[in-house]
């Protein structure tokens, strides 16, 4: 079997967990062999026998590619992508943040009631959120 024509590779990846393609690009992490030809195929690799690169499942599938290559495992690349979904979610956490502080200063509460709630200084709280939810 031929290795997938790169812009199958881009086409499958869409489709794929946040992260997937941010990580072929980059290259900290290698694609499968397969990607975009299988529909089982996890595009990330995690095993490569010498220059082909594969993912589990086209490794469990695998017959005669790398027949008698010593197989070299990859560090798992799912680590690398739950540290992306963690940071997204620590991202999406801190604007939810700055939307509540902000409703809760239009609702009419003080900094010292946010600040209570936080746990810090009124001058501390003013000095975070101000700028998105308005002086004073
Ligand atoms: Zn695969």
Not at 51 to 63: F, M, N, T
Not at 86 to 98: F, G, N, P, T, V
Request: glycine share 8%.
């Amino acid at each position: 079997m031929t290795p997938p024509m790169p812009s199958r590779l881009s086409r499958r990846t869409d489709h794929d967990p946040p992260g997937v393609k941010d990580l072929l690009t980059s290259g900290l992490a290698r694609a499968c062999q397969y990607a975009g030809a299988r529909p089982a195929c996890q595009v990330l690799a995690v095993v490569c026998y010498g220059p082909a690169a594969l993912c589990a499942p086209c490794d469990q599938r695998r017959s005669t590619l790398g027949k008698g290559t010593r197989p070299v495992a990859l560090p798992d690349p799912r680590a690398l992508l739950q540290i992306t979904a963690a940071s997204r979610a620590c991202e999406q956490a801190a604007a939810d943040l700055r939307d509540a502080v902000a409703a809760a200063r239009r609702a009419g509460h003080p900094w010292s009631a946010v600040a209570a709630i936080l746990g810090g200084t009124r001058q501390a709280a003013q000095q975070r959120f101000a700028r998105t939810a308005g002086q004073r």
